[in-house]
């Protein structure tokens, strides 16, 4: 063979290892040339790629070129006097997507323009993804949620993505622990009611390799509604419907019909109404969306959301958790990011796909939700002289997550390959964001308070 074409294996957790078994690998073949490029250059995968064809030179009797475009600029310092770099012409890697766009720019470079055909059969193509599955690698997966009320979800879809199982059927499984449990007072059966005491529910669901998106909103008396949601992604169109109109798409479907109004919900919403009466307090507060981000072993990445929205909204009223962009948004090539908050101000900044935005030009997740949420929270301070809570989670498709809020202790849940699930508390200082894993007297605490004997005032 005159040619093996390698990945960066970025996928792989141990970059050493990855390394000893590739020139092993080289060893036994003796290719004549190795390629080495990253799957995605914008991801600065770059780095690794360089990495494993300097350790083929050193160690193998193979000559070993690295491949990758500017957006790798700091590896193409690093080792442009070390090792023979060819510049690939634009963002998007040689491996995985582009895989066969990328190999013809390096052949065309080794082989000097002669025909793809010829190409093909001098060189192996050993991609990341497939030098992971040569190689024994595991394949990360992860989910990450919002608020404490999702470890329960998130414990149960972790078996799933553990299993090789798919990102839209565990995300789907996690989001529906959340909207059967009674107790929740913002998300599916026990949501808060709107002003004329109806629970009007709003979902959504996106899968981020085909970019479909489905949601509903202000739909009423369905058990769940990200699967309603998740059912609308796959129509061509007609994908996001509303009241009246998701409910007989529900029926016709067979979705489960439930009263979502529980006894305990009324009482809160008589509660309130007796608060708002004497005392003039605000209606709308005590909200929480359960919004997730999910991976799974083959690198597909979902997003989803559930909610019941502002306590007392107005009936009709339709917040961030079913908009695309705002409330979620996911692309396998990237990552994902998913909101909770005030609506209203969330929307005002397309914050979710804002943060992929980021992911996308190389910002780790972390450092992208902070800078998504504080720039949000600082524009709408400065424009309009107060910003509503913002909190933010959101993951790579490398497994890494990030999360950011502009509120004091806001909880989430995360699970990961690596990580079993567990959850956090985050606070904003001085606009990085410190999360703390929350100690077994909080979780015991946030249980007892939300099942607590509820009296009527
Ligand atoms: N973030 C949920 C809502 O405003 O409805």
Redesign the pocket.
Known sequence: MACLYCGDGTYLKNPDEVSRKLCAMVNKLKPDVVMCGPCFNYLNYGKMAARIAYDINQNTSSKAIAAMSDDNQETINEYKDKLCIIKTPKKGGIGLNESLEGMCVLAKALYQEKEIEEFKEKILFLGCCLASFLLGGKKMWGIIATWRMAVEGISEASHILQEKGDAGDAIETAIKAVEDFPYYKSVGYGGLPNEEMEVEL?AAYMDGNTLSIGAVAAIKDFANPVSIARRLSKEKVNNILVGEGAEKFAHKEGFERKNMLTDRAKIHYRNRVKEVREQEIKPYAG?D?VGMVCLDQQGKMTSATS?S??FMKKKGRV???PIAGS?FYVDSSVGGAS??????D?MKGCISYEIVRLMAEGMHPQAACEKAVNQLDHRLKERRGHAGDLSLIAMNNKGEWGVATNIEGFSFAVATENQEPIVYLTKNKDGKCIHEVASQEWLDHYMKTRMAPLEEK
Do not use: K, M, R
């Open positions: 709003d909200h969306t909610t929205g502002l917040g961030d958790s409330g909101a909770t908050g005030l609506g209203e969330l």
